[in-house]
């Protein structure tokens, strides 16, 4: 089974995207997640998780979310290759988005998510 669950805040503002001579929009983020625990100078550090999201739901949250804000996901794992521009095999890793909740004030969490479920 490939499931990951992630928490995390955007980067970035998310931007939607829109595939040409086709009717798909999707949004390329990256998430900062807090690592569980803390180096040894007492700093937390976290890992910035590429993801991917297709659809209505891409939509909702390039309309939602900004900088800064909050989100819980599940999705799964896409891994892949490529070779660079001087013959370097390189490795990706990305989160292929399914579901979300945004996380922040318990109103707009609200909102937002009855209208996601629609």
Known sequence: MNKIILVG???KDP???HIQNE???YTKFIIAVDRLFKD???TRKADLIPVIIWGKKAEVICKYMKKGSCISLSGRLKTGSYENKEG???YTA???GEDFKFIGNKKEE???N???NQ
């Open 110 to 112: 609200n909102y937002i």
């Open 114 to 116: 009855e209208n996601v």
């Open 23 to 25: 009717n798909k929009v």
């Open 40 to 42: 040894l100078d007492g």
């Open 15 to 17: 931007e939607l995207m």
């Open 94 to 96: 990305e989160v292929i």
């Open 9 to 11: 805040r955007f980067i």
């Open 88 to 90: 370097n095999k390189r």
